[in-house]
C-alpha cells in the first residue's frame, strides 16, 4: 500500500527514510527420495529392466544460487520534512516509509516498484516420474494378496500387469467387448488403466519423487568480505550451516565502494530544502563454489554505501515533479 500525504501549514511534521539494501541470494535445489519396491528381486526376470531402485536413498542437488537484493528502510538515517505556507505538495511514501515521490500523485503511471521473488523460504513438489506414489495403494489381484510366497506374488502381479496392458491394446484398437460410449470415457477408462498399470509396475521398479526447493539467505552489506563462507550444500541434507564441514563450502568475496559527500556539496543549510536524496555506493559481490568455478559476479548499487543530498531551495521553489528510486533512494527523473 502506497502512503500518500498531502502537507500543508497545520501538519505534523512528516517522518521518512533512506533505503537500505539487503542481498538475497536465492538457492534452488532439489530432493530426490527413491524408495525400493517390495519385489525389486523379480524385476528383471518378469518385466525385462534392470532400471530398478536398488535400495532406498534421498539426495540433494543444488541447481542453482541467484542474487538480487531485498530494500528495507534504514531507521538510521531518517528525516523531516516540514512544510512552509509556501510549499503545499504531494509527498509520497512506500509502504516501508521511503520516500517515492515529491509534488506528483500516487497514481502516476512512472513508479518503480521493487520485484523479485518472495523472500519467504518456500517448498514445492514436482510430479518427477510416473510411478505410484504408495506401494501399499497398488491393486493387487486376489491371487497376488493371497499368494504363499514373495516368488508367487510376484509371478501373478505381472501375469495382472500383462492382462492390463492388452486390454489398453483392445481398447485402443477398437477390438475390446465393451467398448466407451463416447472419446471422454475412453480416455477416463486409459487413465485408469495407466494407473494401475503404473501402481504395480511400481513394486517391482520401486518409487522416485522430487520435491523442487527453495531457500533465501539474507545478508546485510557493511564492508569488503573476502573469502567468506556463504553456505555450504551437502548431498544428504541439502543446504547446511557455514560451519557445518559435510557439506561443499560456496565462498563470497565483496569489494565494496562508499559514497562521500565533496565539499561543493556541503552548502549553505538556507540554501538547501528539507528534501533529501540518496546517491547510493556500490559493491561487487562474487561467489564461487569448492572447484573456484565463479556462480555470481555482480555489480549492484547499496543505498547505505551513499550519502544523502538535500534538493536545493532554488530547485523546490519552481515546483518540480520529482520521482525517486525507493530501491536506492536516488532520483529517477525531474520535470517542471
Excluded at 540554501?271 to 536524496?277: E, G, P, Q, T
Aim: glycine share 4%.
Amino acid at each position: 500500500m502506497v502512503i500518500a500525504q498531502t502537507l500543508t501549514t497545520t501538519d505534523a511534521v512528516l517522518v521518512y527514510y533512506m533505503p537500505k539494501t539487503l542481498l538475497a541470494f536465492d538457492v534452488e535445489y532439489t530432493e530426490t527420495t527413491r524408495t525400493q519396491g517390495p519385489l525389486y528381486q523379480y524385476a528383471e526376470r518378469y518385466l525385462g529392466t534392470k532400471d530398478i531402485v536398488m535400495a532406498d536413498e534421498t539426495k540433494f542437488e543444488l541447481k542453482d544460487i541467484n542474487l538480487r537484493t531485498k530494500t528495507v528502510a534504514d531507521k538510521e538515517r531518517a528525516y523531516k520534512f516540514t512544510p512552509s505556507s509556501s510549499q503545499r505538495a504531494n509527498i509520497v511514501l512506500d509502504k516501508h516509509g521511503l520516500l517515492k515521490a515529491y509534488n506528483m500523485s500516487e497514481t502516476t503511471d512512472q513508479f518503480v516498484e521493487e520485484k523479485g521473488k518472495s523472500s519467504k523460504t518456500y517448498e514445492t513438489e514436482s510430479r518427477g516420474t510416473k510411478r505410484a506414489k504408495d506401494n501399499s495403494l497398488a491393486p493387487l489381484s486376489e491371487e497376488a494378496l493371497f499368494a504363499s510366497s514373495k516368488a508367487k506374488m510376484a509371478e501373478a502381479a505381472a501375469k495382472q500387469i500383462y492382462r492390463l496392458r492388452e486390454a489398453r491394446t483392445s481398447l485402443l484398437s477398437g477390438e475390446l467387448e465393451h467398448m466407451p460410449a463416447d472419446s471422454k470415457m475412453m480416455a477416463m477408462m486409459l487413465e485408469e488403466l495407466n494407473k494401475q498399470e503404473a501402481q504395480l509396475v511400481a513394486l517391482f521398479v520401486g518409487t522416485t519423487k522430487v520435491h523442487r526447493h527453495h531457500k533465501v539467505i539474507y545478508l546485510t552489506p557493511e564492508e569488503d568480505v573476502k573469502d567468506t563462507v556463504l553456505m555450504r550444500f551437502s548431498r544428504f541434507e541439502g543446504p547446511v550451516a557455514a560451519d557445518n564441514l559435510s557439506g561443499e563450502p560456496f565462498v563470497l568475496t565483496m569489494k565494496t565502494e562508499h559514497k562521500e559527500l565533496l565539499p561543493s556539496e556541503e552548502k549553505n543549510p538556507k540554501a538547501v530544502s528539507d528534501i533529501y536524496y540518496n546517491l547510493p555506493g556500490e559493491a561487487v559481490v562474487r561467489v564461487c563454489d569448492s572447484k573456484g568455478i565463479v556462480l555470481i559476479n555482480q555489480t549492484i548499487p547499496v543505498a547505505q554505501f551513499g550519502v544523502s543530498i538535500a534538493l536545493p531551495q532554488e530547485l523546490i521553489k519552481r515546483k518540480p515533479h520529482i520521482l525517486f528510486n525507493t530501491r536506492t533512494g536516488a532520483i529517477q527523473s525531474i520535470s517542471e
